[in-house]
């Protein structure tokens, strides 16, 4: 604790990794809090919960496993001029996977509209099945944090730190957001666009083809900026605005 006191470096790399590590983990927020739609209203917290409490254990379990997550970077295979390495092939697994849930998900939506404020509980699907999704995308989303973590701090408690500084912001904020998500089914599309937008990002890294995270974010904070203010102006408008045009 002393340490931590006298060392402005390691505050300034805890405070500015936990920030990062926040934003990372708005991806793991959207995903759960529409999975977690699926399931019996009794069990969505507990679900929900549960789910962010995984991505936390398996970001530590990464992060003491520093030799293996190095490791993922030896290459496998090599396809033309394209070297493949283990996070490669992990990062497009899970960006392939983001897409295709992504896409059933909207298509869902569009097909089968919800009325506002009653979100459709889909028969068959159970707690274990949504479990499962989310872990494996926990998963995917826990290597990119991780390595994130590697690449801006050295010292394992400030990582270690961060990234429960972080997860316990997303256990606070995470059913206030996933109910803003549910009570607005143009937000719900809105965030599984940008789930789209994530596979499709973790897909070219996966590919080896390096996309700024700053413009993805930019773009998404933006999208989100002008839905928001659709939202404001829904409400605020006493008469449907179809009826005010000539």
């Given at each position: ?49 549960l789910g962010l ?90 290597l990119d944090s ?101």
């Amino acid at each position: 604790m002393e340490s931590l006191i006298l060392n402005p470096e390691a505050l300034l790399a805890l405070a500015t990794l936990s920030a990062m590590e926040i934003v990372l983990g708005i991806d793991n927020i959207v995903f759960i809090s529409i999975l977690v739609a699926k399931v019996d209203e009794g069990q969505r917290e507990r679900i929900r919960k549960l789910g962010l409490i995984l991505a936390l254990g398996i970001r530590l379990c990464l992060l003491f496993s520093i030799s293996w997550i190095m490791g993922l970077t030896t290459p496998l295979l090599t396809v033309g001029s394209l070297i493949l390495t283990g996070r490669h092939l992990i990062l497009f697994g899970g960006g392939v996977f983001l897409i295709a849930k992504a896409t059933l998900e909207i298509h869902d939506k569009l097909e089968s509209p919800e009325t506002p404020h009653t979100p459709s509980v889909q028969k068959g699907t159970n707690a274990m099945k949504v479990l499962i999704q989310i872990l494996l995308l926990d998963i995917v989303f826990s290597l990119d944090s991780v390595i994130t973590a590697v690449g801006m701090a050295s010292q394992l408690w400030v990582m270690a730190t961060a990234m429960i500084i972080a997860m316990g912001v997303m256990l606070v904020s995470a059913r206030a957001i996933g109910d803003f998500i549910l009570r607005h089914p143009t937000l719900k599309i809105l965030a599984l666009s940008f789930l789209l937008l994530i596979g499709v990002m973790l897909t070219a890294e996966g590919m080896d083809v390096h996309v700024s995270k700053g413009y993805i974010y930019f773009a998404m904070a933006f999208s989100l900026l002008v839905e928001l203010l659709n939202l404001r102006l829904r409400k605020s408008s006493p008469i449907p605005l179809r009826s005010q045009i000539p």
